[in-house]
């Protein structure tokens, strides 16, 4: 499965526009790129999905790169609650037998 | 609530006691995994079933831990023996696999704190 970096921790404001980037220099063709939403005490959360270009739905957007080699999560106007551990996963679709996290990246949103 | 349980939140045991967790799946979810998550870490996966097949385990798995899904609905996980070191969060998730390209998106449940004194 292909390895992921991302940035360890993030700060932020409350309304601001938060980015988080992960590396998958060896990603594979059939990998598709995932990210999971984690508070303290709780088990990940599905955020979002995709494989090429650029997803969204209600919660983020995820834009990837021709070269799929990286993406970029991206949180609109994070509120308090978005303060979590946020996990960038790579691997096929169809299977994703098993889910290798990474450390994650700690966003802190502030007041 | 329809999500994923699991039973129970924190667990406080002695070293060398066995301990016994149990997840149940959103009812109509085929796949079911553990994984287990230390402070500070990722989750670690150990091992997941469809239906009652048990398709693949973690090397982290030692021969101290089973794991059970003898109906392919409800799961259990046993840790006989315990170390210090077993003190982890102890994740289940369950999906509903189809066997073709589409979302294999994991729920997951609020986990079992096990501390090992």
């Known amino acids: 499965l292909a390895k992921t970096t991302q940035p360890i921790s993030m700060d932020s404001y409350e309304g601001q526009e938060v980015n988080i980037t992960c590396s998958h220099n060896?990603?594979?063709?059939?990998?598709?790129i995932t990210w999971y939403q984690q508070f303290p005490s709780q088990g990940p959360r599905f955020i979002i999905q995709?494989?090429?270009t650029k997803v969204t739905n209600e919660v983020a957007s995820l834009f990837i790169p021709a070269d799929r080699k990286s993406s970029t999560l991206s949180l609109p106007r994070v509120s308090l609650s978005d303060t979590a551990v946020y996990y960038c996963?790579?691997?096929?679709?169809?299977?994703?037998?098993?889910?290798?996290f990474g450390t994650g990246t700690r966003l802190l949103v502030s007041p | 609530d329809t999500g994923v349980s699991q039973d129970p939140r924190h667990k406080i045991t002695k070293r060398g006691q066995n301990v016994t967790f149990r997840c149940d799946p959103i009812s109509e979810h085929n796949r079911l995994y553990w994984y287990r998550q230390t402070l500070g870490q990722g989750p670690e996966f150990l091992t997941y079933?469809?239906?009652?097949?048990?398709?693949?385990k973690s090397r982290l798995l030692s021969d101290r831990f089973s794991a059970e899904r003898p109906k392919g609905s409800f799961s259990t996980l046993e840790i006989q023996r315990t170390e210090q070191g077993d003190s982890a969060m102890y994740l289940c998730?369950?999906?509903?696999?189809?066997?073709?390209?589409?979302?294999?998106?994991?729920?997951f449940g609020p986990g079992t704190r096990l501390t090992v004194l």
């Open positions: 998730a369950s999906s509903l696999f189809l066997g073709t390209s589409g979302n294999n998106e994991q729920f």
């Open positions: 996963l790579v691997g096929e679709d169809t299977g994703f037998q098993k889910l290798v």
């Open positions: 060896n990603i594979a063709t059939n990998d598709y």
């Open positions: 079933f469809q239906n009652e097949a048990q398709l693949e």
């Open positions: 995709g494989y090429k």
